[in-house]
């Protein structure tokens, strides 16, 4: 499997942020040109601190860094950013709660009491105070505002009370959020609106650290041009958005590009701002750190410098690594720092994760060189943990003989994928975070291994010599699968074991803001089916077939899932006729409309194997009439695919490439971004990456659109071949899909970006095309 790889919904279309639009200060600092030669922290930097009111110069250092809004008074934090957030979230409501900062709670601590109308959360920090709201909501109110859908206009005019006070505390520290893959897969080309969104929403669940990747490679572009390339040449290098997840992690570069300055400068500007939002509520923003990426020909330009070719990643050439043992290496790091400063701020958690799935250490001794990563951080950044991803063999031995792993976290991305785990004897007891993948490349499929979480979050927390200090929240991408979330990050607070029927009966009740005996059965179903599936080899689910690339053998449509069922398909065509049931006055709410369509558009998916095997059977029994009477079938399932998903704003192409094209300034550039967009869902890369690495639908998703433009066409194109092979008694003409799959990237053609159709109708025309009686 490769670690990689959105999911979306509607989006608003974006327009180019106007240079003009942007603050003055920080306007001066994204237009300055980069500091030639730069050889120190902050080298060139000086001369462009004065025209920036935002920013300071630190004595003696020449370092800019952000200056902040004035200070509360000692003992106390400003409420102001989560009293906005409150009013974001419960727009009708927040005037009924009162925010109390109490920075003598112990860390990460609320509590929630008060009478109807009057509601008070103290808590901790900024976000703590949402999380007691959050909680409020969820055991009392008996509401959700879940990721996506909510049901808070269910809520009644008074909130009801609180019977006695309750406090909670975080059962560990660290409770991280995103993965590196999130931008590319969950929207790169999102609005501070979305992202503000998000960060509103694990705020409320509990979250404390958040990864902040939007605007990375703009301290890689200033601090380059310092190092012998020009912004021409470092334009070219950087990816287009969508594919610069990968870029990070150091396993492409260039593909969807090249990337404008101006679009640079936005999206710096948004990384910023999204870095100052988490700060605004206690959370901590995680910036990439460096870790020795650069571009060709480094060491030829900078003498003294080693680098070492990286090899290839799934068809694409790695970007070389710099020695970081070597004193060039210092001065780059030391220069990256200083930009990323001087746009995102300092923070005291990076992300890095030298080697990721493969490359080439050469001669470079691991240990040296995680050693001189470490201290071009704490050069930069004293005392800053360095987060690094749980992931195939990372991190290795080597690396942790060399760090202080005091000031490490390993984000655990196979905690429930894998049997019989020791963490503390495989990283020799280095701190790290229980975490979870379970959705690869912004996949549309229910399901977690949620009684894996259960089984073994409290127990590897209560060993004796247990290394366990976090939860790592690490979908590939967000927003898929709102029971997952609300389960995977109550664990973190739930003061006792959770009982995983009980905690989805709760959840049941609330999430379409009253209990209700309908949805009650739903959601078991659900529970017993597509959210107890086992560890040992999968973390997700399988994907659909209606979205493989054609073929009468075909077992998933991504190389790296599942090629099985795993779990009873049964279960979620019987929570599908349940959630019909559901009282008619529920069927209002977001959350309601989002699980009927993604249960019918599951039930659907899990039919699609088992009428492949039928329509394989057909043209293997050279049986005419059979065939076209199942392929029919086929095509008719994909028309109601397509019409249900596009009848809710999380499941529409449109949004998604409005997105990318609204960042676009004329008609070429737009053009590029929408490319970047689409190749992500279909080919990812070249052909070397689609065939030879195994990429091509990668990212596969049922969205209304894709499913008509790409996926039903390919089937057709395929059907069309057997059934013409069928009549003329010869073999099928061969069909080069890559190509197929290319032309269709390199469209321009415009899909709704908003939701259209009754979702309750069209779910219920899925039921009736799918008799509960033929379904395993």
């Known amino acids: 499997m490769t670690h990689s790889m959105p999911r979306a919904g509607r989006r608003p279309v974006r327009r180019p942020l106007a240079l003009a639009a942007l603050p003055a200060a920080l306007l001066a600092l994204l237009c300055a040109a980069p500091a030639p030669g730069a050889t120190a922290p902050g080298a060139g930097s000086a001369a462009r601190a004065d025209v920036r009111s935002d920013v300071r110069t630190d004595a003696g250092a020449g370092v800019p860094t952000r200056v902040r809004a004035a200070a509360p008074r000692p003992g106390t934090f400003d409420a102001a950013p989560a009293r906005a957030a409150l009013e974001r979230l419960l727009p009708r409501h927040a005037g009924q709660f009162t925010l109390v900062p109490d920075t003598a709670a112990a860390a990460d601590t609320f509590t929630v009491s008060g009478t109807p109308g ?6 901790s920090t900024g976000a703590t105070l ?127 590009g090249p990337v404008s300055e101006r679009l640079m400068r936005e999206r710096a500007e948004l990384g910023g701002r999204i870095a100052e939002q988490l700060r605004g509520l206690g959370m901590t923003p995680v910036l990439p750190g460096y870790f020795g990426t650069v571009p060709p020909e480094f060491a030829a330009r900078n003498p003294g410098s080693a680098t070492v070719p990286q090899g290839d990643w799934a068809g694409f050439d790695r970007p070389d690594w710099l020695d970081p043992a070597s ?66 063999d990372d991190p290795t031995a080597e690396l942790l003989a060399g760090v202080d792993t005091s000031k490490l976290l390993i984000l655990d991305g196979l905690s429930d994928r894998y049997n019989r785990l020791d963490r503390e004897a495989r990283w020799g007891g280095a701190p790290y ?8 490349g912004g996949h549309t499929t229910i399901g977690a291994n949620t009684s894996v979480w259960i089984e073994r979050f409290g127990p590897w927390l209560a060993k004796s010599d247990s290394a366990l200090t976090g939860i790592a929240y690490l979908p590939e991408a967000t927003g898929t699968n709102p029971a997952a979330f609300d389960l995977f990050t109550d664990l973190a607070w739930e003061p006792g074991p959770v009982d995983q029927r009980q905690w989805f009966a709760d959840f049941a009740a609330r999430r379409y803001g009253r209990p209700d005996a309908a949805a009650a059965a739903a959601w078991e179903e659900l529970r017993k089916g597509p959210y107890s599936t086992s560890s040992g080899l999968w973390s997700e689910s399988q994907d659909s077939l209606f979205t493989a690339r054609p073929s009468l053998t075909a ?50 998916a899990n039919h699609s194997r088992v009428l492949l095997p039928k329509i394989k059977a057909a043209y293997e029994a050279k049986d005419l009439t059979r065939f076209r009477e199942l392929t029919a079938e086929w095509r008719d399932g994909e028309r109601k695919l397509d019409a249900v998903t596009g009848s809710d704003p999380n499941f529409l192409l449109g949004s998604w490439l409005a997105g990318a094209r609204s960042r676009g300034a004329d008609a070429a550039e737009q053009d590029r971004y929408e490319y970047d967009a689409r190749s992500i869902l279909s080919v990812w890369g070249r052909r070397s990456t689609s065939e030879g690495g195994f990429l091509h639908d990668y990212a596969n998703r049922e969205w209304s659109g894709l499913i008509t433009e790409l996926y039903a066409r390919r089937w057709d194109a395929y059907f069309d071949s057997l059934e013409e092979a069928l009549v003329r008694q010869t073999a099928p003409r061969a069909i080069d899909w890559h190509a197929f799959e290319e032309e269709w990237a390199r469209r321009t053609t415009r899909h709704p970006d908003r ?22």
């Open 118 to 123: 009057a509601i008070t959360v103290r808590g």
């Open 130 to 256: 949402l999380t007691g709201v959050g909680w409020y909501l969820q055991h009392v109110a008996g509401a959700d505002i879940g990721w996506p859908g909510d049901s808070i206009g269910m809520l009644p005019a008074e909130l009801p009370g609180v019977p006695a006070p309750v406090t909670r505390s975080a059962l560990v520290p660290h409770r991280y959020a995103l993965n590196d893959t999130d931008d590319g897969y969950s929207g790169p080309y999102r609005t501070f609106e979305e992202h503000q969104r998000q960060i509103d929403l694990l705020a409320l669940h509990g979250i404390n650290e958040v990864f902040v990747q939007a605007g990375a490679e703009y301290p890689y572009y200033r601090a380059l041009q310092g190092f012998g390339y020009s912004a021409e040449e470092l334009r070219e290098w950087v990816p287009g958005p969508g594919h610069q997840s990968w870029w990070l992690l150091q396993n492409l570069s260039g593909f969807g």
């Open 327 to 392: 004193a060039v290496f210092g001065k780059l790091a030391a220069a990256y720092y200083a930009e990323q400063r001087a746009v995102f701020g300092d923070s005291t958690m990076y992300r890095m994760s030298p080697l990721h799935e493969g490359g080439q250490t050469g001669s470079v001794d691991v240990k040296s060189a995680a050693r001189a990563i470490q201290d071009a951080l704490h050069a930069a950044h004293p005392g800053a943990l360095w987060a690094v991803l749980g992931w195939q």
């Open 433 to 440: 975070a229980m975490g979870t993948i379970y959705n690869f």
């Open 555 to 604: 077992a998933g449509a991504a190389y790296w899932s599942p090629k099985s069922m795993r779990y009873r398909a049964g279960s979620v065509r019987r929570a599908l006729d349940h959630l019909l049931r559901v009282d008619p006055r529920l069927r209002g709410t977001s959350a309601y409309r989002f699980d009927l369509v993604d249960t019918a558009r599951q039930a659907l």
């Open 755 to 776: 939701p259209s159709g009754d979702p309750y109708a069209l779910a219920a025309r899925v039921a009736s095309a799918l008799p509960a009686a033929s379904v395993n």
